[in-house]
């Protein structure tokens, strides 16, 4: 199993551009999260799914868009990257309720200049 | 205030020290969970935990449900273990909480 991947790595956007950030796991797991990081501050949730076709706003939800067509996708959108956005992106799945260990992906760090 | 408190925020210490990092937290949960995340990596799971106390190898963590605080301990420590250490609170069964995180290292 590859477990929770994320794509890009690394990314670099201007203000304004929107872009999508990919997450996926092969775990079969119900419940997929997005998180930001920054500095000084606990990680925030930004949007969960606990299921295909089910999402839900987290803590900062502003400026943030997700879907979760398939059990195994929940894609991030950016709709109008603005510099706040800067900061490290995780994903993070776990089974359904019940259950309460989460599995993080590498994570995402973007820039926004 | 933080609902996750954790303490220190930073930790130097030498190889072989016993480490202990501490959180504190203010809402009921259901769980807590100690991760690991490496400069530069992604964030790992040690433990889970509701009640009592876990070990896995030299890592040993506690939770005082009454008191609302946890320890994370290390023993015999290693520059391997540098990284920061984070608490996280499940006041319900999807969401995590986070503390902002210890920053440990370890000088050989």
């Known amino acids: 199993n590859a477990g929770v991947t994320q794509t890009p790595k690394f990314q670099v956007l201007k203000t304004g551009q929107s872009m999508t950030l990919q997450c996926a796991q092969d775990m079969n797991h119900e419940y997929m999260s997005w998180y930001r990081q920054d500095p000084g501050m606990g990680l925030r949730l930004i949007h969960y799914s606990v299921g295909a076709g089910i999402t839900d706003q987290g803590e900062v939800p502003n400026g943030y868009n997700v879907s979760r067509s398939t059990t195994e996708d929940f894609p991030l959108r950016l709709l109008s990257a603005a510099p706040s956005q800067t900061s490290v992106y995780f994903c993070?799945?776990?089974?359904?309720?019940?259950?309460?260990?989460?599995?993080f992906g590498p994570g995402t760090r973007l820039t926004v200049t | 205030k933080n609902e996750v408190e954790q303490s220190p925020q930073n930790l130097t210490a030498q190889e072989g020290e016993f480490i202990t990092i501490n959180c504190s937290y203010s809402v009921g949960i259901s769980a807590l969970h100690w991760l690991q995340q490496h400069p530069g990596g992604g964030i790992v799971s040690l433990f889970m935990?509701?009640?009592g106390k876990k070990k896995h190898g030299r890592l040993i963590a506690t939770i005082n449900i009454q008191e609302k605080h946890s320890s994370l301990h290390i023993t015999a420590s290693h520059p391997r273990d540098s990284a920061v250490y984070i608490c996280?609170?499940?006041?319900?069964?999807?969401?995590?909480?986070f503390g902002q995180g210890t920053r440990l290292t370890i000088n050989p």
């Open positions: 996280a609170v499940i006041p319900g069964a999807q969401k995590l909480v």
């Open positions: 935990l509701s009640s």
């Open positions: 993070a799945s776990k089974t359904g309720q019940g259950s309460y260990e989460q599995y």
